[in-house]
């Protein structure tokens, strides 16, 4: 029995040295606070945190770290016998806890340090944009939680959409019923506020509720508030956008605004009979990027344009082969107006370039086949006219050239045919290329037609008028 009794100890002795993280045996001295964590190990939520435990050893100790597990990340570091070590735990992104461990090795002695991190208390959702018609109606919207789950609307004084029921369905599973009520104005936007345990759960929004507009009239008014709104206001049903024959835009716009209206024209020959557009946006300003005013409802656009990267312009190829847009008034502050911008805008007749234009780069009307108007007479800003900016493959009425113009692309006249061609250059700029001759009268500043006689290319012109 004594032989047996002490074997017992000996052996329990033996399993208490291999076991105990013992910080005197390997030299190692850690501050209070780190020794309670190296013992009773360390316990965290489910968010993305560096613990950090201190300590001081000899000079000449070799230390190391490790982890099973990837999202246990520790370093160590040791300088002058003050060291620490770093336990990087990343956020955990599942409805469940998980357990893993620290390995520190000093002279070849191993402490393991337990970690321990809870599930996240977030809302796992089916979709994370519902879309609904202006005719309202239910939508069901499925969810995984851990815990007592409730849902409300955000924001809290929404009248148009009610959550009425919440159910579960399954094993951390519920099914949430919101009610949308007929719109009868323009799109809008909410979005589900979710608790757990009576708990706001973790997660920035969403998801997101969006109902389409009313239907459009023939004429429409829209104020903009903000940039980057009209993908929300004007909805993605195609049918409702196409009733509008004229279009007016209020506020600010951006990237995001003009990808909507992109959707209001077509490309195919039949159809400026059947969806002519006129489109005022005089009293726009076109803001830079692409800023999204419902974002803090969850709401994300599913396309982005990248073509502004500037106040004031209209984007490279926004409205290329827009063959349906009959009119457009364009911002009073402009600025540039892009690379092919209404390139093939064949049922184009007039357009109006505003005072403060300072570009107009290449292929800006390229095949404009109905254009008979480019007004440029009220401009005093414009210094930049690109490559073939005016192929029209019309024949324009007029076209007046401001004296500002300083830079011209090389092929900026190329297959320009113009009735009356009015340059404002007291002294003419030698052009390697100049509109074609044949039926159209050159007007020149008073005093000058002997320089332009004088002036290569300029002197094909038959009829020179000074004015």
């Known amino acids: 029995m004594r032989k047996t009794l002490k074997l017992l100890l000996i052996l329990s002795a033996i399993i208490m040295t291999a076991c105990h993280n013992d910080e005197q045996e390997i030299d190692i001295s850690w501050t209070q ?17 560096t613990i950090s435990l201190d300590f001081s050893a000899d000079t000449q100790i070799e230390l190391s770290s490790s982890s099973s597990e990837n999202w246990i990340k520790p370093t160590v570091t040791f300088s002058d016998g003050k060291g620490q070590l770093s336990i990087e735990i990343l956020e955990n992104n599942t409805l469940s806890s998980r357990e ?48 007592e789950l ?49 708990k706001t759960a973790n997660q920035d929004c969403g998801p997101c509720l969006v109902q389409e507009p009313a239907p459009f009239t023939n004429t429409t008014t829209i104020m903009c508030e903000k940039p980057g709104c009209l993908q929300v206001l004007m909805g993605n049903d195609l049918t409702n956008l196409r009733r509008i024959r004229s279009l007016k835009l209020i506020g600010n716009i951006n990237g995001l605004d003009f990808l909507l209206l992109r959707k209001l024209f077509l490309d195919t020959t039949e159809s ?6 006129d489109i005022d946006i005089s009293k ?121 113009v300083v830079n011209v692309g090389v092929e900026a006249f190329l297959g320009c045919s113009v ?23 050159l007007y020149v500043p008073k005093g000058t037609k002997g320089l332009y006689r004088n002036t290569r290319n300029w002197s094909k012109f038959l009829n020179v008028i000074e004015e």
């Not at 520190?104 to 879309?131: H, L, M, R, S, W």
């Not at 400026?272 to 557009?277: A, E, G, K, L, M």
């Open 150 to 198: 409730s849902a409300g609307i955000y924001p809290a004084d929404c009248k148009w959409a009610r959550v009425i029921k919440t159910i579960p369905s399954g094993n951390n599973e519920y099914t949430i019923t919101v009610t949308i009520d007929k719109n009868e104005g323009l799109g809008r936007v909410a979005s589900i506020d979710f608790k757990i345990d009576g």
């Open 33 to 49: 606070e780190a020794a309670r964590m190296v013992h009773g190990g360390i316990k965290t939520d489910f968010e993305h945190k």
């Open 272 to 277: 400026f009979s059947q969806y002519p557009v």
């Open 284 to 404: 726009c300003n076109i803001v830079a990027g692409n800023q999204n005013p419902y974002e803090y409802f969850g709401w994300q656009p599913s396309k982005i344009f990248e073509g502004i990267f500037m106040y004031g312009k209209i984007p490279t190829g926004i409205f290329t082969n827009a063959v349906n847009l009959k009119n457009i008034i364009l911002p009073h502050d402009l600025k540039i107006i892009g690379k092919s911008a209404f390139a093939g805008c064949k049922s184009l007749k007039t357009i109006d370039i505003p005072a403060d234009v300072e570009e107009i780069n290449s292929k800006a009307f390229y095949g404009c086949m109905s254009l008979q108007e480019i007004n440029l007479t009220s401009n005093e800003c414009l210094t930049s006219i690109g490559n073939q900016a005016f192929t029209t493959k019309s024949t324009l009425n007029e076209l007046t050239i401001p004296a500002t």
């Open 419 to 441: 009735l009356k061609l009015h340059l404002k250059w007291s002294e003419p700029l030698e052009v390697r290329i100049v509109p074609k001759t044949d039926g159209c009268t």
């Open 100 to 147: 893993g461990k620290v390995i520190f090795i000093a002279q070849g002695k191993v402490v393991t340090i337990k970690v321990f991190q809870e599930g996240n208390p977030k809302v796992i959702v089916d979709k994370n944009i519902y879309y609904q018609g202006f005719n309202g109606g239910n939508i069901e919207i499925h969810v995984k939680a851990k815990g």
